[in-house]
């Protein structure tokens, strides 16, 4: 290793990777071993949102060969990083608004050291790198300028602060960016060097401050240079009178005291070029960069390859040999991990995804005219406006280009049926392919957790309280009953598995599995059954690993988070084929009021039972007081002891009862944070994340709560002479009656047997409304001694209810939800490189979010009119006809070489829905009582309020009430009252 020896005087600190500090103002000698230089950039771009910026950003890293480059003012929205070129781009901005933002960009080299990224706000980020023998914690902030109150300002130092007090003081901390201050000429203390710029401000006071209490050291304040190395920014006013000079220094880089002598100059580089007020500072640090070891379990697959027939006969033939000796091995666990062992090899050796280097719009000539404004940045400004404009010009230009290529790519996979790629380039071309916004994590006390050990404990703490139960031993009966598992069986669950699933620990992936001949099936087959008639599960089969998505905008907590499982696939085969099984006895003992994960229901038939009942009842003068519940992570908080109870009183075989007690009472799991796993953690309660029997099993368990909550209970609606006091869709629950004592008495019986099964009510989130055509006060609900709050609109199932019982409502909303989607992808429909037969497929996208729960609607001529008016806006929108332009909507549609097709679709949907329900009698027979049963009650004077069925029968011109045979597709002449 080379040494060399520093004599210090000048009061500095021992380098990254000294032992210690050194004493101030003395000679010491210190021994450092040879390090890599690695240069650092801060530079505040004014915008990174104008296309160009960030490739002209990378082309002045290169030339300078920066490595890192702080970014202040970045204006991207989110909190996120992504791949340019040969750089890796950290970025933290607003949710939406482009303004402010930090960010910073890291060659590829370097990128892999990075270890933990943080983004506090908009205005600070945190990067957290890997070196030898500390780690270094870069801190990139934009401070407020001096138009912002003192109070923000103040914010902004104290945020700070709390970032830097985390950091361990072995490790290496420096803080850059913009920092909007003026700290000025002459030395203070050991913080401040003398060769600043200009005087202090008021906001360099509190910079001074800052580095002070934190024992940080301004680093380009103790070079002296010439002031065109020192001054980072030029004012508006520099130049306008002749001789005026207004250039200040406000952009810094700071460092820990300990470790300044690593530091060896900082300058900037008024030479450089990204069309901003600000030069770019650039410091020189002496740095070891950590050796990594390189993680095989990362590299990229393509599976799409395997659509290719010569690449997929490779595969199999692989596949084949490897497998050729599994029928030798007696041993389950062994065979399995033959398997595993052969798809490694198929998945290393032939599905690599080929590197490929993204093509971008770029051009050379656009990159040759930013360095050729460069050059002219310093001597000729009338020239550097002139070629400035031409770049944007020839941006303009490129950029259509690439719509009209992208457009052609589109045009092309329709033509090969290929909607895969379809949907990838219509996301690329609307921006929508951005990956998931990366979320911060604070701790009870409000503080935001910066080490990744720290944030690893604290989910794992997390997810342990959140399953931690004191779970029992359960016994399963002796009879163990059950037919073996069949090849036909295999190949069907095989079948039906979807591909580009995440894999599980064992990264076996479904579309190899797909790969396996009849013989080898006839294997896999036997192992299935081996494990089936012992009960004995593979013990890497029963590790999960949880990856963690925020929920919403601005997650902080662990409860903002949802956890996704992910488990083997070659469980998920096996777990399939007992969910063939399994289906038929949930569907026999599952009541009609239940619609989710229900063969032939689904979210529509939930939302028709809602709406045509209580319509219904409130044409009939029958008042609805209605509770909306929400529990409290309902699937997370299902008792095992009570749920094997439950299977075992629905009469399932013992060898599938045993299978899920093993399943359920030897599962661990771990959760992935920044590419680590926590320690595994024993699950003890809630249903199983990611498994395909979960939602049977929390169906039976759901019903087994509100069959002993709701037993002989007269409360509810009275339809056809029977009760009717709950629809469920999975834990998405309504329970109603036609009196509040009668919702009263079903609420404390719903809420005492569903504690009594580990589920709570969240009483924040659970709402009671009241629909009756007459105003109703003074009427409140309790639970668990609080009072359920009372709301006039409610959302549920995505679809808005409101207590007036008026569709019109929800029709504004879906139109409004279908605009704004329309907009998000208006650079597709107002370009003119796609056809309009391309883009009227790209609009059924557009009608899908418009027509969700059509079939449970009940239009109005205003309503129909309205839904008109948005199909014309559409269809103008597309060819860019103005309003203004005085062109008849019979044009605009001669023109899209159509008819209108909003309504004929309603109408058409509506109608094939009715027939579907009066086709199927024993499916929906709750639907069809719903529709033509009987409702209690006295209808009022005066005109009816038109109905669901009152609209088929003026669509189709009929006043018919004959009764329709379950066999009988509806007719013109057959429609039902």
Known sequence: MAMFTLNSSSGVSSPIGSPGGASMNSDVTIKVPFKQRTKIGIWNVRTMAQPGKIQNAIQEMRRIDLKILGISEMRWTGANHCDIEDFKVYYSGLPKKLEYGVGIIVHKSIAPKVRNFVPINERIMLIQMEAAPVNINILQVYAPTSDHTEEEINYFYTQIASITRKIPKKEVLIVMGDFNAKVGQGRTGNHIGPHGLGERNKQGDKLSSFAGENDLVIMNTFFELPPRRLYTWTSPQDGKKEGLIVRNQIDYVLINQRYRNSCKSAKTYPGADINSDHNLLVAEFRVQWKKLKTNQSNKPYDYRKLKNQDIKKRATEMLKKELEHIKNSPETDVKIDMINTAIKKVKTEILVRDPTKKKSWMTTEILELMEERRIKKQHDKSGYKIINTEIRRKIREAKELELKEKCAEIEMAQRRYDSFNVHKKVREITGKLKKKTVGKLENEQGEIIIDINEIKETWKN??????????????????MTGPDILVQEVEAAIRSMKD??????????????????????????????????????????????FIVLPKKQGAKRCSDYRTISLMSHMLKLFLKIMHKRLYRICEEQVSPTQFGFMKGLGTRDALFSVQVLFQRCRDMNCNIFACFIDYQKAFDKVKHNKMMEVLQDSGMDGKDLRIIKNLYWNQSATIKINQENTDEIKILQGVRQGCIISPL?????????????????????????????????ADDTIIFADTAEGLQHLMDKVTNISRKYGLEVNISKTKSMIISKEKIEGVQLIINNKVVERVKTFTYLGTTLNEDWDHSQEIKCRIEKARSAFNNMSKLFKTHNLTVEMKMRLLSCIFSILLYGVESWTLTEATTSRLETFEMWLYRRILRISWMDRITN??????????????????????????????NENKY????????????????????????LKTLRTWFETSTTAPVSSKQQPTKSSLPE
């Not at 959140?466 to 399963?476: C, G, K, S």
């Not at 009760?723 to 869709?729: A, C, E, L, M, S």
């Open 462 to 479: 997390y997810v342990e309280e959140l399953f931690a139960d004191q779970r029992n031993e359960h016994e399963i009966p002796n009879t």
């Open 500 to 545: 580009g699933k995440a894999p599980g620990p064992d990264e076996v992936q479904t579309e190899i599995l797909k790969l396996l001949e009849e013989n080898f099936i006839i294997e896999l087959t036997n192992i299935y059954n081996n494990i089936y008639n012992s009960g004995i599960i593979p013990h890497h089969w029963l590790k999960s690993e």
């Open 697 to 729: 099993i929390f169906n039976l368990y759901s019903e087994a709560i509100f069959q002993e909550a709701l037993e002989n209970m007269e409360e509810g609606i009275l339809l056809n002479g029977k009760r009717v006091n709950n629809f469920r869709y």
């Open 890 to 919: 019979e044009s605009v549609l001669q023109r899209m070489k159509k008819d209108k097709e909003i309504m004929h679709t309603i109408k058409r949907r509506k109608l094939e829905y009715l027939g579907h329900i009066l086709r």
């Open 925 to 948: 027979h709750l639907l069809k009582c719903i529709l033509q049963g009987k409702v209690y009650g006295k209808r009022g004077v005066g005109r009816r309020q038109i109905s669901w």
